[in-house]
């Protein structure tokens, strides 16, 4: 399970990595598997790890005073898990997050990261990359959450994450987009019309 | 005007700079003076520049092919006016940025921050920071628009940023909040009846 992670920073940093760093990538990250359903972070505790996953799906999502869940991020293979906010600042999360598969990551600490950082040219530029494309993508979601009509961020999501639409049910679809189950039926319905 | 961005670069770091990188800051770094409405970037255009406001104010929107605005940032003093995406990936923007007062700038091209980064560790460090503190704002900001109510956003901008709210017109607020002035207004009044 190592070696995607392996792909993934020579991937996301254009550097290739040596053994020797591999070793210490490798100290600094321990698998983890989770069961369906269970929690990988529950809202009011510190997100003490990060974990990239090797295998399964995950979501993370809060539950306002009445009740309802609200999904802000869906992951599947090569995507990380974590509360970014509380991950960084140690402060407690808004945020559940559990597996909606049987999934399998590889975890790890903020000062291990941080250590890794220092000392793995790759990393430290594989995290520069990652704060970049995601403030990228943070932005085009907002921007689309504010001036796209339902059905135009169904599209996005299509086009852009194809294989969520494939992996998630469709409750989830529809909370991670912010309509109803009801008005995610009917945008795809009128879809198909539309197609034909 | 450059003695304001000495101090935000020093906060952010929490590195102090010397002379000698002061200099190379400020030859990296050019005024530049905006009119009320004047464009700083424009549909289609590459973002060749990021700015940081020295004094004045902006406002970062996109035109939907009904030509409704929809308002993404505002910015003020010791802000960063800029988009993000295209300045980094240099492809054209989707966005336009005026000024909402007239307003000065120091600007900067990505290619001077690159290098810049390299030379200067307290601006390799407040890069670092301000993604991080920008991916935060973003998820915060993406959460509150699919989980709180309009009245609940007003509050929490208030509650963030309230010098915005003293600076923007209440049509450019409502429309960074994704709400019509209408709805922006009753929400006011709203909150006056429960203050009194």
């Given at each position: 399970m190592y070696e995607s992670l392996r792909q993934y920073i020579t991937e996301y940093s254009s550097l290739s990595i040596s053994e020797e760093e591999f070793s210490l990538i490798k100290e600094a990250f321990k698998p983890k598997r989770l069961r369906k359903?269970?929690?990988f972070l529950q809202e009011g505790?510190?997100?003490?790890y990060t974990g990239f996953i090797t295998k399964g799906s995950m979501r993370q999502y809060s539950v306002d005073t009445a009740g309802n869940e609200h999904i802000v991020k869906l992951s599947i293979e090569n995507w990380w898990a974590g509360d970014y906010e509380s991950f960084v600042m140690l402060t407690p999360s808004k945020y559940n997050i559990d597996a909606v598969e049987d999934t399998e990551l590889l975890i790890t600490t903020n000062e291990a990261i941080q250590e890794l950082r220092s000392r793995v040219p790759a990393i430290s530029k594989m995290i520069q990359v990652m704060d970049q494309r995601g403030m990228i993508a943070g932005q085009r979601r907002m921007h689309a959450s504010i001036s796209l009509s339902a059905e135009e961020r169904y599209l996005e999501l299509e086009n852009i994450y194809p294989a969520l639409l494939q992996r998630f049910p469709q409750t989830m679809i529809a909370s991670y987009l912010g309509i109803t189950p009801e008005t995610l039926s009917r945008i795809r319905k009128q879809l198909v019309t539309k197609k034909v």
């Amino acid at each position: 399970m190592y070696e995607s992670l392996r792909q993934y920073i020579t991937e996301y940093s254009s550097l290739s990595i040596s053994e020797e760093e591999f070793s210490l990538i490798k100290e600094a990250f321990k698998p983890k598997r989770l069961r369906k359903r269970q929690y990988f972070l529950q809202e009011g505790d510190v997100c003490k790890y990060t974990g990239f996953i090797t295998k399964g799906s995950m979501r993370q999502y809060s539950v306002d005073t009445a009740g309802n869940e609200h999904i802000v991020k869906l992951s599947i293979e090569n995507w990380w898990a974590g509360d970014y906010e509380s991950f960084v600042m140690l402060t407690p999360s808004k945020y559940n997050i559990d597996a909606v598969e049987d999934t399998e990551l590889l975890i790890t600490t903020n000062e291990a990261i941080q250590e890794l950082r220092s000392r793995v040219p790759a990393i430290s530029k594989m995290i520069q990359v990652m704060d970049q494309r995601g403030m990228i993508a943070g932005q085009r979601r907002m921007h689309a959450s504010i001036s796209l009509s339902a059905e135009e961020r169904y599209l996005e999501l299509e086009n852009i994450y194809p294989a969520l639409l494939q992996r998630f049910p469709q409750t989830m679809i529809a909370s991670y987009l912010g309509i109803t189950p009801e008005t995610l039926s009917r945008i795809r319905k009128q879809l198909v019309t539309k197609k034909v």
